[in-house]
């Protein structure tokens, strides 16, 4: 088999339809892809919205599993999957008409490890007027990339997207590559890992997902728990630094992303968090969780990180009360 789609659900029943049915666009002969839907014990309506869909076609198998977060539900789709390629997309968002196609077809002629394709960020009134409208792909572009070329010239910190990939299985099981479990905003450490352990990857322009955006959702999702988890992703990034083999540019980027990712944790912590003790809370977990952290590539670097280390309470309440001259956050 050529292709295995993941999908986890839970809480999705505005939107797992759509989703499910983008696959059945791609022009792909259905004895080619399976599709393993991950019932994640979802509390909602999601499976029933489904349902008819899955009666229809023969390449869909369910998994029912006890409510264990997003991790273990892809987890346990990777350990089912028969593909050799692997596609992870989020339960929300939908794949663009026949955009699968052609990116299946290149990583199964080149055996790449990954192919790492574009995708479009929208709204639910985006996406409405978008199918309003003819939409053509730009012409296709395929470009061989090393991992390492991947890492330095693609990657986001802030967009650690697991969804815009297609991964060779073997490469995920060979390199033992997997979610933490429990951890929310797992798909930062597995990018991360993923593209430093790549070797031969495709990068391409084709627009293969649009992401949907929920209204205000990064501020909404930064409460207390949320934000322990976000803070617990990023230390397990940058624990990847012990990786062998890391070029003195890798490391670098990883150190900068690292960086770039605790300054928008202290950003929404100031923003987010509106009591003192929570907001001492998290600079406490953070020293918890990252007790080896080091920014060292500036002055501004080096003084975050001793004020993190040294003085978490006292950092944290002196950048609130330049905010609210600066920024003027009222409480």
């Known amino acids: 088999m050529d292709l295995s789609i993941i999908v986890p659900v839970y809480n999705v029943e505005k939107y797992i339809r759509p989703c499910i049915e983008s696959f059945f666009c791609q022009g792909l002969e259905e004895d080619r892809f399976e599709v393993i839907i991950v019932n994640d014990s979802t509390p909602d309506h999601s499976m029933e919205m489904i349902a008819d869909i899955i009666q229809q076609h023969d390449n869909i198998t369910v998994i029912n599993q006890e409510n264990q977060?997003?991790?273990?539900?892809?987890?346990?789709?990777?350990?089912?999957?028969?593909?050799?390629?692997v596609l992870m997309p989020d339960s929300d968002d939908i794949l663009f008409e026949n955009s699968l196609k052609p990116l299946l077809e290149k990583a199964l002629e080149t055996k790449v490890d990954l192919v790492v394709a574009d995708f479009l960020t929208m709204t639910d009134e985006e996406i409405d007027d978008f199918y309003k409208k003819?939409?053509?792909?730009?012409?296709?572009?395929?470009?061989?990339?090393?991992?390492?070329?991947?890492?330095?010239?693609?990657?986001?910190?802030?967009?650690?997207y697991v969804w815009r990939t297609l991964y060779r299985r073997d490469f995920i099981t060979n390199q033992n590559l997997f979610f933490y479990p429990g951890v929310r905003y797992q798909d930062i450490p597995f990018t991360h890992e993923c593209y430093l352990k790549a070797n031969n990857c495709i990068r391409?322009?084709?627009?293969?997902?649009?992401?949907?955006?929920?209204?205000?959702?990064?501020?909404?999702?930064?409460?207390?728990?949320?934000?322990?988890?976000?803070?617990?992703a990023i230390a397990l990034t940058w624990k990847l630094k012990q990786m062998e083999g890391l070029s003195s540019d890798l490391l670098y980027k990883l150190e900068e992303n690292v960086y770039i990712s605790f300054r928008n944790i202290i950003y929404n912590t100031l923003h987010c968090i509106k009591e003192k003790k929570d907001r001492y809370a998290l600079m406490d977990y953070i020293n918890f969780q990252a007790p080896d952290l080091n920014f060292t590539h500036n002055i501004q670097q080096r003084f975050f990180t001793l004020m993190i280390k040294n003085m978490p309470h006292l950092f944290i309440y002196l950048y609130y009360q330049y905010a609210q001259v600066v920024y003027k956050w009222k409480r």
């Open 204 to 232: 391409t322009n084709i627009l293969l997902n649009i992401y949907r955006k929920w209204p205000g959702s990064s501020t909404n999702a930064y409460k207390l728990d949320n934000s322990r988890h976000f803070i617990t």
């Open 69 to 85: 977060g997003l991790s273990m539900a892809r987890n346990n789709g990777i350990t089912a999957a028969k593909g050799e390629y």
């Open 134 to 160: 003819e939409f053509k792909q730009p012409e296709p572009q395929f470009k061989k990339v090393v991992g390492e070329q991947i890492y330095l010239e693609v990657l986001n910190p802030y967009q650690c």
